[in-house]
């Protein structure tokens, strides 16, 4: 065997015994990730929370509690942080939903103009059906409901748009 032979022989088995447990140790560790992301919410879940957000903005506003639809807005939007993992093309549809469409029930609750923020949010349930349409989900239709998702808060406190911590 030429020297070259060898020395070819010789770097093989050091690539083979290096790289084995480390390959193996990468195909594990890959296995654990797409565990740990086959076991984060896609758009289900987190959309029950969009739902009851969203109905609870409304009776916030109605009733001057701003900060409360502030904080229901953000959250509402936070809620489907996990889909940026997840799901990311159809989050970023969700993103742009969020800061243009919606943009305009924030403002309304910024300003604290509760005629102009009906009329956005009325718009905002054709623009949330819109989408539900446009993703194979036409038969999920929002519509707004008589009482808040969750009647365990009071929606009367007077507060501001603005009280809502950072
Ligand atoms: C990016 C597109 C998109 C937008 C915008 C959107 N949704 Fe959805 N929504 C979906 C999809 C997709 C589903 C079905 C979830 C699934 O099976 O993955 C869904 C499901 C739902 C559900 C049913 C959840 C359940 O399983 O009980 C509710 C309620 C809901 N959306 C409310 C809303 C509201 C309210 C808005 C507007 C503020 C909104 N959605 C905006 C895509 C969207």
Known sequence: MSKKVVAATLLGVFLSIGSAPSMAADADTQAQLDALK????????PMR??????????????????????????????????AKLTKPDEYAIWKKFYEEKFA??????????????????????????????????GFIKVVKMKTPADIGIDYTVKSEPGDVPK
């Not at 086959?38 to 879940?45: E, G, L, R, T």
């Not at 009776?59 to 936070?78: I, P, Q, T, V």
């Not at 349930?125 to 446009?134: F, L, P, S």
């Open 49 to 82: 929370e969009v739902g009851d957000r969203f109905q609870n903005i409304w009776f916030a506003a109605k009733d001057g509690n701003w900060a409360l639809a502030a904080y229901m807005s953000k959250y509402m939007n936070g809620s489907l942080n996990p």
């Open 104 to 137: 305009n029930v924030n403002d309304k609750i910024m300003a604290k103009d509760f005629e102009g923020f009906d009329a956005a949010y009325t718009k905002a349930i054709a623009d949330c059906n819109g989408c539900h349409k446009k993703m194979d989900y």
């Open 38 to 45: 086959a076991a984060i919410p896609k758009f289900a879940i």
